[in-house]
């Protein structure tokens, strides 16, 4: 039994101790007005010394004063915070805890209570006329038993519009979101009631509505009066007829209206002398009316009115009246004179004994009665030409060698008085164009005959004279003319020098003077009576200038003596200097007889000669 060993076998627990690490992952769930939710993550097994029996919570406000702490009452990983001020700002934390101690806190998270969803309605709302009249000075408290930011929507719609109009809106207008206590409306209608609604905002609620209603002050008249009635009474009096003003142009209560009657002399538009000046009492059942006597006949006025409240007049409106008014006499001492391709118009006028009736506008006609080319262009009708307040015209544009016809009238707000006519003919002028299609035919013993087409007869500004030509040598460097004349016809037929190249051109003329010149065309030299042309290549070569001369002649033509007729062709050499002015016709005579003669060319710039 001594030398025998006893071995026993078992399991053993270690004492508790308070957890060494704290929750984690914090997280709000909801938030309400005056409580929060929140939950966390357990704290991890190797760190909680025990069994966690219960979580401990603090709260603190925004200062990070402790407010409110306790106990989870379990083990659960989420809890509700309650008796929270809605609005307020809170951190909280949580620690475990275990038999044997509580662990230490988590991290701080932190949130703000939800408004609180009932609000008050603001207090003591007054609203009062501004100084200006045309705004609403606005003002109220509001019980501050909440930490959560108030605004305020502020709201307005007109009942009565210048106290005439009830009713004419009934429309809410937003004019702002304010945090103050106080603010003016602007600008409003003048004269016209107003109810102002206040509203309490948060971002969780609405608060009740409340409501002032006020006027705005009374004002002078901003709008021009858009009711005067003007009826004419007779040759020396003039009926004012004013309706009610309409709602909206008053600003207040319309206590009457001023006027001044201003007489117009004749030709001017608003200058004048004083007339009348007066009173009209409003009538308050309908159009209110004043008659104004002993005024001049047949004369213009202008009347100007102005509406009026207990503040003051407003603006004027004028209306142009007039009395009993008859058509003007005619107009007198009608002249007219030419000038370039205008006519000048002038008259006179004056009242008379008969008709003291002035003209304001005088009426000014014409008629072309006959023109040259009458044959191509209908006699046009009457035309009205001008309406004018002076008493002188011009007509533009006038036709040459032609007859007008014109007549001026007086009128006047009655019609037109007797036309006064006047007979004017019309200047010539130079004609505006030149011939056109110039063409020129050769033909024997060194004549050239030159045609063109006929200038329209309404492009000749006149009577048809002449046809004018110039001929000029173009080796004379002056250009100076070989011959000119001038024909009816629309061509000629000229004798030319067969050794010189000319320029041709041609101009129409009228009684008035000569019109512009048809481009210059081109003759070159024309060959005598006794040869024929022939064709003639000159071909550049080096540094000189080589001639080949290609002859191609059938021998019947020898034989039979026939005159020959060979087109030359000329090229410009290469190099050769300058533009080409002239080159010397080359020819054979008829017979033939001197076909193979020794022959030469030249040629000829602004330079001289070149062989």
């Avoid at 004369?299 to 007049?313: M, V």
């Avoid at 506008?361 to 009457?382: G, H, M, W």
Wanted: glycine residues 8%.
């Amino acid at each position: 039994m001594d030398d025998m060993s006893i071995v026993a076998t078992g399991n053993a627990t270690t004492i508790e101790a308070a957890p060494t690490s704290a929750p984690v992952d914090l997280a709000i769930l909801e938030i309400h007005p005056t409580s929060v939710s929140f939950c966390w993550k357990h704290i991890s097994c190797g760190d909680r010394n025990g069994e966690i029996i219960d979580y401990m919570y603090e709260v603190c406000d925004e200062s990070g004063v402790s407010v409110s702490s306790g106990s989870v009452g379990s083990p659960k990983e989420a809890y509700v915070i309650k008796d929270l001020l809605p609005c307020a700002d809170y951190s909280f934390r949580i620690a475990g805890k275990t038999s044997a101690g509580v662990g230490p806190f988590s991290a701080n998270i932190s949130v703000t209570a939800a408004p609180s969803p009932s609000l008050s309605g603001v207090e003591d709302l007054v609203v009062v006329e501004d100084e200006s009249s045309t705004s609403l000075q606005v003002s109220w408290t509001y019980p501050m038993s909440t930490r959560c930011p108030i605004q305020f929507l502020v709201e307005y719609e007109l009942l009565n519009r210048e106290q005439c109009e009830i009713g004419c809106s009934m429309i809410k207008e937003q004019h702002a979101i304010v945090s103050s206590s106080q603010l003016t409306i602007e600008p409003l209608e003048q004269f016209s009631t107003y109810r102002v609604y206040l509203t309490p905002l948060n971002d969780g609620s609405t608060g009740p509505v409340r409501f002032a209603t006020a006027t705005t002050g009374e004002g002078v008249p901003l709008q021009l009066p858009s009711n005067v009635i003007s009826t004419e009474a007779g040759s020396t009096s003039i009926t004012i007829n004013v309706g009610s003003a309409p709602c909206g142009d008053r600003n207040g209560e319309i206590v009457g209206y001023r006027y001044i009657l201003i007489g117009l002399a004749p030709f001017q538009s608003d200058q004048g002398f004083e007339v009348a000046q007066g009173l009209i009492d409003v009538n308050l059942n309908g159009i209110s009316s004043s008659s104004i006597s002993n005024l001049k006949p047949c004369y213009t006025y202008e009347l100007r009115i102005a509406a009026g409240t207990n503040a003051g007049y407003g603006e004027y409106e004028s209306v142009i009246v007039s009395t009993e008014t008859t058509a003007p006499s005619s107009v007198k001492d009608l002249r007219a004179s030419m000038s370039s391709n205008v006519i000048e118009i002038s008259w006179g006028f004056e009242t008379t004994t008969a008709n003291p009736c002035r003209a304001t506008t005088f009426f000014v006609d014409y008629q072309v009665l006959d023109i040259e080319c009458k044959s191509n262009i209908p006699v046009p009708a009457r035309v009205e030409y001008t309406e004018t307040s002076e008493m002188l015209a011009t007509l533009n544009d006038i036709l040459p060698e032609a007859i007008y016809q014109i007549w001026v009238t007086a009128g006047n707000s009655a019609g037109k008085g007797p036309e006064m006519t006047i007979i004017v003919n019309s200047n010539a002028a130079a004609p505006i164009a030149a011939p056109q299609n110039v063409v020129y035919l050769e033909s024997a013993e060194r004549q050239v005959t030159f045609s063109w087409d006929e200038v329209p007869c309404e492009l000749r500004s006149g009577v048809f004279v002449s046809y004018a030509y110039e001929l000029i040598d173009q080796t004379d460097r002056n250009g100076n003319l070989d011959r000119n004349g001038n024909v009816r016809e629309t061509s000629v037929t000229l004798t030319l020098d067969p050794n010189i190249a000319y320029f041709f051109r041609v101009a129409v003329a009228n009684d008035y003077g000569l019109g512009p010149f048809s481009a210059d065309i081109s003759v070159p030299t024309v060959a005598s009576d006794s040869t024929r042309t022939l064709t003639i290549a000159l071909i550049a070569g080096g540094t000189g200038i080589t001639m080949l001369v290609v002859i191609a002649l059938v021998c019947s033509c020898v034989l039979y003596r026939r005159r020959l007729s060979i087109k030359r062709t000329v090229s410009k050499p290469t190099g050769y200097p300058g533009e080409l002015q002239q080159m010397t016709q080359f020819s054979l005579n008829d017979t033939g007889e001197d076909f193979f003669q020794p022959w030469s060319v030249t040629m000829q710039n602004e330079n001289g000669v070149y062989y």
